[in-house]
């Protein structure tokens, strides 16, 4: 064992090129949530593991990046330590607190910037760390930590806070500032005993998780958890939701908000395994009801289209009970509310924890016809939604305009056929969305247009790939040609301006931001 390090020298054995990770480790795979969980625990003292590192005199022929950071070639060739335990901890520490060496990739989907929230609740489970994008933070209340290690820009951003405040920012920093980071360091140049060490290290030295705890006392002859989650995974599979049986936290998660009415799997320890089984079928036919639900009602063909996977969390909850009972009119028209509100909202998004907690009482107490709060969510959507989005299918606000102009029951651009939204949204690798002033079109005209600027929201509608082959690198106007002489139901039906036949860019995208906004607002009321 070696002797512990502070995370300040973390930082800067990352930055000098002494820390690395070998090309045989898999790339970074926590979500920015997980890496605010680790502050979490790092703040309460929660035991958060070991780093092993392998100490060698001579550098790798093949290495990975630390998560999206290019690291710097070593400052001096001995010693080099490779990250074999301990690279998800390691990369979101880093990524955290250090200032000085930017990212190869600004995806949110991948990374968010960490912040601590002085409103969350002061108890051992919610956590008081948040991963957040630019557009959710409130500095009144979100404190970023990457100003931790960077005297200077923890004074700019804590001299607006009352008092109170600072002195409670000035606790959480010194906390991290004092941590220690248990370290084992393994020197060897034989390359088959590390290989050994790595080995090992991964397939003995893992905890068992929650599911695979849950799984062992839920166990009888006749009922396999992991075998239940399997069959439902092959059950949902020809409606797109064959992801939901395979997703062991998720499934956990609904299974504990319709068992105990906390989505937390943590809550399902007290709840005894025969309870588990005798209640299963139930879990089952919820999930059947939600899925049906967003098929009928919302045309999410595959979990992949849902914006968040957590949403099945409270209809779960919902369809749990009164199983045998349709659903009311004036429930449903809540339940869709809530759906765009929480996801237009990005509410989400982060540590969704408590949110969810309370959709999924709410959600209850909804189906059981008390009062419930459930859609009462303030947001207001306005253009700016659709023209400061950029377009990516993974990503949250292009989930919503896909679902949102799913909703119009669009027609093909060239024929006017519907979009045959079954065939369209089951398969999220067939992209039969594309840009109405084609990107080609931009860079050719010489108009003036940023990459971001051409991917926004406002520019997407349904388009088939064979239609977008035909359009090409045509201007709008151009292309007006190729479609029926009366083009009212296409434009109707994908919310498009007559500006878009003009060739004018930024009238359309103004125009088109508005019909999108417009539309939205009418899914929130």
């Not at 100490?55 to 290495?63: D, F, G, V």
């Not at 237009?344 to 009482?361: A, I, K």
């Amino acid at each position: 064992m070696s002797d512990p390090i502070t995370i300040d020298r973390i930082i800067s054995r990352v930055q000098l090129g002494e820390l690395r990770i070998p090309g045989f480790q898999r790339n970074f795979v926590w979500e920015p949530q997980q890496a605010a969980l680790l502050m979490d625990s790092i703040f309460k003292g929660f035991p958060f593991g070991s780093v092993l590192l392998w100490r060698t005199a001579n550098s790798l022929r093949t290495e990975q990046k630390l998560g999206g950071f290019t690291l710097p070639p070593p400052a001096k060739q001995y010693p080099i330590d490779y990250v074999l335990d301990g690279q998800q901890r390691i990369t979101s520490i880093f990524a955290t607190f250090q200032n000085n060496i930017a990212s190869d990739d600004e995806n949110p989907e991948v990374w968010l910037p960490i912040y601590y929230d002085f409103e969350a609740a002061a108890d051992a489970q919610e956590s008081r760390f948040v991963a957040l994008s630019a557009h959710e933070v409130d500095l009144q209340r979100h404190f970023p930590l990457k100003t931790f290690f960077s005297p200077v820009a923890f004074s700019r951003h804590a001299q607006s806070l009352s008092e109170p405040l600072f002195e409670e920012i000035v606790k959480v920093q010194q906390r991290f500032v004092t941590t220690l980071i248990p370290v084992q360091t393994f020197e060897s140049e034989d390359r088959t005993s590390v290989a050994i060490v790595f080995e090992r290290v991964n397939r003995l030295g893992v905890e068992l998780n929650m599911f695979q705890l849950l799984t062992a006392w839920t166990w009888s002859e006749d009922f396999d958890l992991q075998q239940e989650f399997n069959s439902l995974s092959e059950s949902f599979d020809d409606f797109g939701f064959g992801d939901v049986g395979s997703d062991n936290d998720l499934m956990l998660r609904c299974c504990s908000a319709i068992l105990v009415g906390d989505p937390s799997p943590t809550a399902l320890i007290n709840v005894n395994g025969a309870e588990v089984r005798a209640s299963f079928a139930t879990v089952s036919k919820a999930l059947e009801l939600s899925v049906d639900f967003l098929r009928r009602n919302l045309l999410v063909r595959h979990l992949k289209f849902l914006p968040y996977q957590a949403l099945l969390i409270p209809l779960a909850a919902y369809f749990s009970k009164k199983q045998s009972d349709a659903t009311p009119d004036i429930d449903r028209q809540v339940l869709l509310r809530w759906f765009w509100r929480t996801s237009f909202s990005h509410r989400y998004s982060g540590n969704p924890l408590r949110s969810v907690r309370s959709d999924v009482e709410e959600a209850i107490k909804l189906r059981n016809g008390e009062p419930s709060t459930l859609d009462d969510i303030k947001f207001q959507i306005g253009p700016s939604f659709f023209m400061d989005h950029a377009f990516r299918s993974a990503n949250v606000a292009s989930k919503c305009l896909i679902l949102l102009l799913a909703a119009e029951r669009p027609k093909t651009f060239l024929s006017g056929e519907e979009v045959d939204l079954d065939q369209v949204l089951s398969e999220p690798n067939r992209k039969e969305y594309h840009h109405c002033f084609p990107r080609q079109y931009l860079i050719d005209s010489g108009i003036t247009v940023e990459n971001s600027e051409i991917n926004r929201l406002a520019n997407l509608a349904f388009i088939s790939r064979v239609d977008n082959r035909t359009i090409l690198a045509k201007a709008p106007s151009t292309y007006r040609s190729l479609m029926p002489t009366d083009t009212a139901e296409i434009q109707k039906h994908a919310l498009l301006p007559d500006s878009l036949f003009t060739d004018d860019w930024d009238t359309f995208c103004s125009e088109r931001a508005q019909l999108l906004s417009n539309a939205a607002a009418q899914r929130l009321m």
